[in-house]
């Protein structure tokens, strides 16, 4: 699975931005997908998982709340609705793809990142 993330960009405090992700081949509907994200200075961390079907997701506990992750099998993307942003939530943020439930950087498919920035 080939990943591209885009839709980061430069925003203020309390505002919106969805974020996208469009993978390659074919299985796509088939895998669990994940976002993830990584500040300066830090490591990378686990955002949000969406499982095959849609039906189930899970987040981490900086974002619960604020940010959904949803996704479209019929045009191979997911994305990552965030809500509410705060100065902390700037990071690069990647998609991933693996074929397991997991919530960690073990995913085997990684997409290139998109940056995002929230001012105060």
């Known amino acids: 699975v080939q990943l591209q993330a885009f839709g980061g960009g430069l925003v203020q405090a309390g505002a919106s931005l969805r974020l996208s992700c469009a993978a390659c081949g074919r299985t796509f509907s088939s895998s669990i997908m994940g976002w993830f994200r990584q500040a300066p200075g830090t490591e990378r961390e686990f955002v949000a998982a969406?499982?095959?079907?849609?039906?189930?997701?899970r987040y981490a506990d900086s974002v619960k709340g604020r940010f959904t992750i949803s996704r479209n099998n019929a045009k191979n993307t997911i994305y990552l609705q965030m809500n509410s942003l705060k100065p902390e939530d700037t990071a690069v943020y990647y998609c991933?793809?693996?074929?397991?439930?997991?919530?960690?950087?073990?995913?085997?498919?990684w997409g290139q990142g998109t940056e995002v920035t929230v001012s105060s």
């Open positions: 991933a793809a693996d074929t397991q439930w997991i919530f960690s950087n073990d995913y085997h498919y």
């Open positions: 969406i499982n095959r079907s849609g039906s189930s997701t």
